[in-house]
């Protein structure tokens, strides 16, 4: 996978000039009457971010408000490309998941006593110099802040403040920042401009009279809420987007679709058949090949990478007359299903990856040892095929939103491939899947399951959500929200080069990632959270020090879909937080089964990962046990029952769950 990567890069690295040059699409750019710059916040546009005065009021929207970024708001590239603001502007609010960013010259996060990521608690504390409040309760809402660890300049450094639990869909959030401090201690005054929109009510003739009247809800809301506004530093509003906002396009994708299949099976074809004897391979009997025919919303014929959804006059994702995706499939059937049907599963692939990876040995072997036969279809969006576009988009904001796009394709076809292994005439129809003498090989009366691995955890949990066929899924070593991801990973490193080179500052690069997550909310599991374990169950396995898939990230997703970590987590004093796995409820092992969603730790011995917004790399941080749980033959024994009875089992010994680390 990362020689791929790595040779994409580099072609694409000799490109440079072509990926950061202007396209005809990038011409079409919005040059309409958006506000302009923030005036609290000088040091960049889009600061403080996210903040509702780059929204405007809209009464057709669930939140009554549309993000309003105007081509001369968003970041250029190096080359001073504008970015085209369309698909941002079609949210109603920004992403649950988003980090809150601000500069503050001469801030020193520790000494203000802001609350770190090992030590979430006092982010509530009543003296905390971070507010966070739901603006709609007056709940306090939980943090972590840091200063961002990868900044090459003090002047252009970033306080990064990440909610601890995902914000609620279409609620309205303000921040106050209150007594921050500098390295001496000394406490650093507000900007001159805060200080005045903050002050006394200013003539309509005031460079500031409309950024004081945006101000005032604010500090009315924290007035009303008991909390002091003489220290404040900079506060400011932002509204979250409404979950019709965030899963709109693939829930009305999927209703369209199967509306029109009706009670049929997804047409497909069967390309390819192998059989292999127990010598060639001791868990599967069978390898079929073949592709499922999906209605496609892209905008291009077939679908190809780089295409973005084709949108009707109502801004809905629409399809061309006759277009159609060709999704191709791979299954694995075990040798177990020729004496008894097998339960029929779905996988999904790793980073950037194929169906290919359901031939893995750790899929067979979970396959042969509980009799499940697994298919899996490319992700497209972010599958191998779509690397060049991946690489493109990380050089062009206005390109970006054709990964996350074709990955709701990508949804749309998985779904496609799930049906036809549960309708009584799809897979289980075709003599590929039966015997010789015509015994199905599988059990299409108990539903569908998933289980992704890495991104297939990532995005595996906006598919179950949007799945009606899917009863429970297993998230292997995941997490959500790749704009907390991404500087966290090992896995982002040559595509950091393709970053530094068309956003070079360390601060807009930072603007730039959350701007991203924006549209991926549509495309993966951080857009669905709110409401993935509402009708389904799911079982998140987590490699402790995962060096691709952050810890941090799984704890959020835990804590925003209700799962509970399953204790004792880790040994006593593994984690260097003060509370371990603050915030997320538990369930003992003493206590399992367990009929719910449930988070696994494993532990293979790894370091524990950085604390600091910065991946964990080998030797420092010990070798990546990002494969072991999977590998693990307690984890696949754990995840079986889960899949089969909706039940997390005890299969360590009411002990923390360890690994043996993967050769």
Known sequence: MRIRVLTA????????????????????????????????????????????????????????????FSAATLPKNAAGVPADPTAWNRSDGFSPGSALIVQVPGLDAAVTGAAPLTDISRSLDADAPI????????????????????????????????????????????????????????????????????????????????????????????????????????AWDFTVASTRNLTGDLF????????????????????????????QDPAIAREVSGQVTVPSYLSLP???????????????????????????????????????????????????????????????????????????????????????????ALGDLSRFPAIPERSEQGMLNALFLGRDLIHPQGLTADAAFRTADGRPLLDTAHGLAYDGN??????????????????????????????????????FAPFQQILDVAYPDKLRQQLVLQLYQMVWDRGETNGYAAHLTDRHQVLMHIA????????????????????????????????????????????????LPYRGSAMVVWDSGTPSPPVTNTPPTEPAYGRDPHSDPRNAAAARRQKAAFLTSGQVIDVCASLPCTATPTP
């Open 9 to 68: 890069l580099a072609a694409a690295l000799g490109a440079a000039a072509a990926l950061l040059s202007p396209t005809a699409s990038q011409a079409a750019v919005d040059h309409g009457k958006a506000r302009g710059c923030d005036p609290l916040a000088p040091a960049e546009c889009l600061l403080p971010f996210p903040n509702d005065w780059f929204t405007r009021a809209d009464s057709s929207t669930p939140t009554g408000r549309r993000v309003d």
């Open 131 to 234: 507010v966070l409040m739901d603006a709609d309760t007056g709940e306090r809402w939980p943090y972590w802040a840091e200063s961002d660890s990868n900044a090459t300049s003090p002047g252009r450094q970033a306080l990064l403040v990440h909610p601890a639990r995902n914000f609620r869909d279409g609620h309205r959030y303000v921040v106050a920042l209150r007594s921050l401090k500098g390295a001496d201690g000394r406490t650093l005054p507000p900007s001159e401009a805060f200080t005045t929109a903050a002050g006394h009510r200013l003539p309509r003739s005031h460079p500031l009279y409309e950024r004081q009247r945006a101000l005032r809800p604010v500090l009315d809301t924290l007035r009303r809420r008991h909390v002091a506004t003489k220290d404040l530093h900079l």
């Open 252 to 279: 009305s994708m999927r209703d369209d679709a199967f509306r029109r299949l009706g009670s049929r099976a997804p047409e497909f074809k069967i390309t390819d058949v192998k059989d292999f004897t127990a010598a």
């Open 302 to 392: 077939g679908g190809l990478p780089g295409s973005t959804l084709h949108r009707g006059r109502d801004g809905r994702p629409e399809r061309l007359p006759g277009n159609t995706q060709l999704a191709r499939f791979r299954c694995e059937i075990p040798r177990s299903a020729f004496t008894s049907p097998s339960r029929p599963a779905l996988y999904g692939h790793g980073l950037l990856g194929s169906r290919n990876e359901v031939g893995a040995g750790n899929v067979k072997a979970m396959a042969g040892e509980h009799n499940f036969t697994f298919c899996a279809t490319d992700w497209i969006g972010m599958a191998q095929e779509d690397i060049p576009v991946v690489l493109s």
């Open 454 to 491: 890495s991104q297939g955890g990532i995005l595996g949990g906006a598919l179950v959500a949007a799945s009606k066929d899917i009863r429970r899924g297993v998230l292997g070593v995941t997490g959500m929200n790749y704009g907390l991801l991404l500087n966290r990973s090992s896995d």
């Open 544 to 591: 402790y020090g995962d060096h691709q898939v952050a810890n941090a990230a799984a704890d959020v997703e835990a804590r925003t879909i209700g799962a509970r970590i399953v204790t004792p987590a880790l040994a006593s004093g593994r984690s260097p937080d003060r509370v371990p796995y603050w915030g997320i409820r538990t369930v003992r092992s003493s206590q």
